[in-house]
């Protein structure tokens, strides 16, 4: 089949590999259908997760058909025809973390726990395509693909709903939808967004969703705010105005009642000396992760409030407000998504058309033109938001 | 490190032992009986400060011989290569101060010393059994009641189902079981086991019986956690390993870490007990041997030969 590999630092290839086999009793094949690019690839791509291997297929955003079913699939789960989402945590259903709805961090599915372990102090979960410290598990921008622990890791779309209505509920939609859930929204909040890329746009709509009455994006790129401008959300263009005394003038002085970095460990920023301090450090590997956007947020949170982190970091940051997050009673709420816990209900939104995941898709590619599709997005050419896969 | 102080069996029959035994006899009775004969022999005159050296030397040469041959040891082996050490001194004086008369036997005489230390020290390295005994501990936390966790394990053929090193265990009794291994350096060890605790629910314990390749004992406890959430399972073991310090600093460089097996091994205990089966990915597809297998293969599909490589 063909698939989209990672060859190296800041190249992507489609080859030739062969088809998937049931490795363990659970597992399915899926047909896949749809698949996308997301954000958090472009970290594999550009070099700042370690472990990759030259060969990892991508991609842990996909959906298709069941073509296979491991013998341990019990009766009235997982079936042969069966049209499935599959969410990128990879979670077993059985152990506590799992039983406590943390399925991101799933004790038992990620092969090299080990090693993780050693990064972040306790396991998290297998995911597809995304290195092998989150096990090594052969990912999704291909023709087919394993479905690991089938019964608990497919969502089955029984309705009619089109591939891209429903293939963000993969990822990225839950993941947005839970930046704004962990900000225990209320009726009349102000809810600030940093980035909106992907993500940071599924946050803005779920914010308001939840109840918020104004939402503010933050990002550089014009195009990207004007698509959260277009739905009726505040814009802030960090490389034009320091974002804290907009974000003040904004809200008169009280600063946004809950904050969402959507953005991690690729933050950019406005001022350049700022940029160049971080980059060198990263550079020299002093800390791994740019933490811009996070730091803003805190600063800029309101007393008391919720600064909540979906956008990914991976080890070490320096300069970490402590001060402010402390003195200020601000809480601090983040994690990898738990997708099985917010699929359903996501679903049932969509449904009732009050979250349309398709307004950001700006590109659609055959498979093949995967590398493309790469170019396109992470250098944010031809107004760049979300690139769609068909195989 | 623990050098083994017993006297043991085992150097009796071993003829490289008594051959040692037997030459020192036949050096200490010459030597004994007439030092200055001995010492003219050898091409190094016999002053009576030649005569009393060689006497000397003779004594400990009867000495020597008769640990070797009476009560073996190693410490009667390390006690010859510090007599051969001794011996080379003094040759090597007589060599530098000598009279040029007989130089050719004294060159002689040092040469065969210089071989026979070799011997000595090759005899002594080998048969002393130096292990270092090493303690690991690791626990898990399991969504399993202490009887079914407990019972999980006590099917002791499983253990190689999540045990990275464990390449087999037969059950060859109530309480007796046979192991096999894979060591460090791609070897395989073998031991033979029994069972001294076993409390349903609770706690396994069990130790390495007879000459094992590496003795060793362990024990697992079962323990309900708190709040109802499962099994706490804590487990020790406990090995000599062959080749003291050096050789667990050699594993280690290799790559056996013995604590982070461990910890993985429990790991897929867990696996086992909460979904069934160890978890396999393309690039670990070996499961049990993941860790192992790094650089692992590439997050993707295997072809039909590495196929049935990996779930061999």
């Known amino acids: 089949m063909k698939a989209t590999c990672w060859t ?10 062969p088809d998937p086999s049931i490795l363990n009793s659970r597992d399915a094949i899926v047909k896949i259908t749809s698949t996308a690019i997301c954000g958090s690839d472009l970290h594999l791509v550009d070099g700042y997760v370690p472990t990759m291997e030259k060969g990892d297929i991508l991609g842990h955003e996909f959906m298709g058909e069941v073509v296979e079913v491991g013998p341990g699939i019990s009766d009235g789960t997982v079936r042969v025809g069966d049209r499935v989402v599959v ?8 152990c506590a973390s799992c039983r406590a709805e943390l399925y991101s961090c799933c004790e038992n599915s990620n092969p090299n726990a080990g090693i993780s372990e050693k990064m972040f102090g306790h396991p998290t979960c297998g995911i597809y395509g995304y290195s092998h410290l989150t096990g090594g598990f052969a990912g999704g921008q291909a023709e087919y693909a394993r479905v690991v622990l089938a019964d608990t890791n497919a969502l089955k779309i029984e309705s009619d709903l089109t591939d891209e209505q429903v293939l963000f509920l993969s990822d990225i939609l839950p993941t947005g939808y839970m930046g704004a859930d962990m900000c225990d929204i209320e009726q009349g909040d102000v809810v600030a967004v940093w980035g909106a890329g992907p993500v ?8 308001r969703v939840l109840g918020a009455e104004k939402v503010i994006a933050i990002d550089k790129e014009t195009y990207r705010l004007d698509m959260a401008a277009a739905q009726g959300y505040t814009t802030v263009n960090f490389e034009d105005t ?20 959507a953005v991690g460990l690729e933050a950019t920023h406005g001022a350049s000396h700022v940029e160049f301090y971080d980059r060198a450090k990263q550079a020299v590997r002093s800390e791994t992760d740019r933490p811009h956007a996070l730091r ?5 949170c309101r007393s008391g409030g919720v600064v909540s982190v979906v956008g ?8 970490f407000p402590a001060g402010a997050w402390m003195n200020r009673s601000l809480t601090l709420r983040t994690g990898q998504c738990h997708v099985q816990r917010y699929m359903r209900p996501l679903l049932g939104m969509i449904e009732q058309g009050k979250i349309d995941p398709t307004r950001i898709i700006t590109h659609r590619l055959p498979l093949t033109e995967a590398p493309t599709g790469y170019d396109l997005f992470k250098n944010k050419k031809d107004h760049c938001e979300k690139v769609v896969l068909t195989p | 490190m623990t050098a083994d102080t017993r006297s043991t069996p085992r150097l009796h029959d071993d003829p490289l032992v008594r051959g040692l035994g037997w030459a020192s006899a036949l050096l200490g009775v010459p030597q004994v009986a007439a030092p200055a004969g001995f010492a003219r022999a050898l091409g190094v005159g016999d002053a009576p400060r030649h005569r009393s050296a060689t006497t000397a030397v003779g004594v400990r040469e009867l000495a020597a011989a008769t640990g070797l041959l009476g009560r073996p040891h190693p410490v009667w082996l390390w006690g010859r290569v510090g007599g051969d050490l001794m011996d080379l001194t003094l040759l090597a004086r007589a060599l530098k101060n000598h009279n040029g008369r007989g130089l050719g036997r004294t060159v002689a005489a040092t040469a065969a010393v210089t071989a026979i230390t070799a011997t000595d ?4 390295v080998t048969r002393t059994r130096r292990s270092t005994p090493m303690e690991l501990t690791a626990a898990t936390t399991v969504t399993r009641s202490p009887e079914e966790a407990y019972t999980l394990w006590k099917d002791l053929e499983r253990l190689p189902d999540f045990m990275a090193h464990l390449d087999e265990v037969h059950v060859t009794g109530p309480r007796t079981s046979h192991w096999q291994a894979s060591a460090p350096f791609g070897r395989t060890v073998e031991w033979d086991a029994e069972t001294t605790q076993d409390v349903p629910g609770q706690l396994i314990a069990w130790r390495s019986v007879g000459d094992a390749d590496i003795d060793n004992s362990g024990e697992a406890r079962f323990e309900p956690a708190p709040g109802g959430q499962g099994t706490e399972i804590r487990v020790s073991l406990r090995y000599e390993l062959p080749g003291g310090p050096l050789g667990k600093a050699a594993a280690r460089y290799f790559g056996e870490e013995p604590h982070q097996q461990l910890d993985d091994d429990l790991r897929r205990f867990k696996q086992v007990a909460e979904i069934g089966e160890v978890v396999r990915s393309e690039g670990a597809p070996g499961g049990k041997r993941a860790r192992g297998e790094f650089p692992q293969h590439p997050a993707r599909p295997l072809t039909e030969d590495e196929l049935k490589e990996a779930l061999a």
């Open chain 1, 87 to 94: 969410p990128f945590p990879i979670a077993c259903g059985a």
């Open chain 2, 121 to 124: 020290v090759y005899a002594a």
């Open chain 1, 312 to 319: 990914v970091y991976g080890g070490m940051i320096d300069k």
């Open chain 1, 8 to 17: 190296g630092r800041n190249s992507v290839e489609v080859q030739d590999v």
């Open chain 1, 200 to 207: 940071g746009q599924f946050a803005m709509d779920s914010a």
């Open chain 1, 296 to 300: 803003q947020a805190i600063m800029s």
């Open chain 1, 242 to 261: 320091d974002v804290r005394s907009a974000l003040l003038e904004l809200t008169g002085g009280r600063g946004p009642d809950k904050c969402i970095d």
